[in-house]
């Protein structure tokens, strides 16, 4: 069974960095797709970074340039480097991930994390002025 653990969210002034950690438990790379999700209080989910079974990756436009999503097969963990942070990324960061074989890429923008196969309980990111 595959689980999600995310770590690594924390208080962060504006244009600081952070990384945060998706350790993923009962997981194979090269069949899982994995995506981080946000989600700020009274809004809706949204989807920040896809990591494909392939390698390839996907941003939403809002943090391409400044969030990198990557992989550490031999600590099998997600990681998202988030650089330049800004107040609007301020919100609970969610890990998810597709069941074997699935892709949610072409819908991704659509989902929130609980409708993929697994996700994790979420870590906080703030971002103060």
């Known amino acids: 069974e595959v689980q999600l653990v995310e770590s690594g969210g924390g208080s962060v002034q504006v244009g600081g960095s952070l990384r945060l950690s998706c350790l993923l438990s009962g997981f194979d790379f090269d069949r899982h797709e994995v995506g981080w999700y946000r989600q700020a209080p009274g809004n809706s989910c949204d989807m920040v970074s896809i990591?494909?079974?392939?390698?390839?990756?996907n941003y939403a436009t809002s943090v391409e340039g400044r969030f990198t999503i990557s992989q550490d097969k031999a600590k099998n963990v997600v990681y998202l480097q988030m650089n330049n942070l800004q107040p609007e990324d301020a919100a609970v960061y969610y890990c998810?991930?597709?069941?074997?074989?699935?892709?949610?890429?072409?819908?991704?923008?659509?989902?929130?994390?609980?409708?993929?196969?697994?996700w994790g309980q979420g870590t906080q990111v703030t971002v103060s002025s």
């Open positions: 998810a991930a597709a069941g074997r074989g699935r892709s949610y890429l072409g819908r991704a923008y659509r989902l929130c994390p609980n409708e993929w196969n697994y």
């Open positions: 990591l494909s079974t392939g390698g390839s990756t």
